[in-house]
């Protein structure tokens, strides 16, 4: 069944859906008639089964009765930031849509010394807001109760502004020399929030890491192997959906 988000609160037992993107899909694409259930998210996050009462054509407007759904939250209960280092473009698009689709709460692409892919100021917010369509697709796609806000910095200094409670750095070399108890006892204390930056295809340089750490990040291994740059992400937010959502207390 079709999830859409909705820019509005829903309120009482009925709503009419008049985004034209989401009449289209639900309209044209998906041919929905009269009696068909769609779900929709308001702003509040909350779940709604709207059933489709009248299609109307003429004002691109879908007309529905809505009952409020007590289902469990699809979040991941921590706050969790992936912060990457721009790559290839079919990459960072990659990196939007997986991340989204395994709880990232933000999404931040950040300039570094090694990164092989620049942004012009002039493109940057073309590329955004497909980005951000990329991650309200897969959040759609994947019953979640938010889209994850995608940003781009383009400067260390920058990425300072969205720390969490938590700040982490993978970093190769620790993983070299097999580094593991950092990022567990990090994650075994349970913070709220959590951000790891994740370096280009060539890795953060020496002065980088230096900078992380000096601004509180720690540097952590992601197991034994070196990952590609659109692995370790996925990887890490495998590890904390196995922590805080799979593990039996």
């Known amino acids: 069944m079709e999830q859409y988000f909705v820019k509005n609160v829903i309120s009482g037992n009925s709503f009419a859906i008049d985004d034209p993107e989401t009449f289209k899909h639900v309209a044209k694409v998906m041919r929905h008639k009269n009696g068909d259930v769609v779900y929709l998210v308001d702003t509040n996050e909350k779940l709604y089964a709207a059933t489709i009462t009248k299609i109307d054509v003429d004002n691109s407007q879908i007309l529905t009765a809505v009952e409020l759904v007590d289902s469990p939250s699809t979040e991941m209960p921590v706050a969790v930031t ?20 395994l709880g990232a ?4 692409f950040f300039d570094s010394k090694y990164s092989i892919m620049k942004w012009k100021k002039n493109v940057v917010e073309k590329k955004l807001a497909r980005l951000q369509e990329i991650a309200k697709n897969a959040a759609q796609q994947s019953k979640r109760r938010i889209i994850p806000e995608v940003i781009y910095v383009d400067n260390l200094q920058d990425l300072l502004k969205y720390k969490a409670e938590a700040n982490l750095v993978a970093y190769e070399e620790s993983a070299k020399q097999g580094e593991i108890s950092r990022l567990v006892q990090t994650l075994d204390e349970t913070p709220k929030s959590v951000l790891c930056a994740f370096g280009p295809e060539g890795g953060f340089a020496p002065d980088e890491i230096d900078f992380l750490n000096q601004a509180d990040f720690l540097s952590v291994g992601l197991g034994p192997r070196i990952m590609r740059a659109e692995t370790a992400p996925m990887y890490f937010l495998s590890v904390l959906s196995y922590k805080y959502e799979l593990t039996v207390k």
């Open 105 to 108: 709460t933000t999404i931040v």
């Open 82 to 101: 992936v912060a990457c280092s721009l790559s290839k473009k079919d990459k960072i698009e990659w990196i939007t849509q997986k991340s989204t689709e």
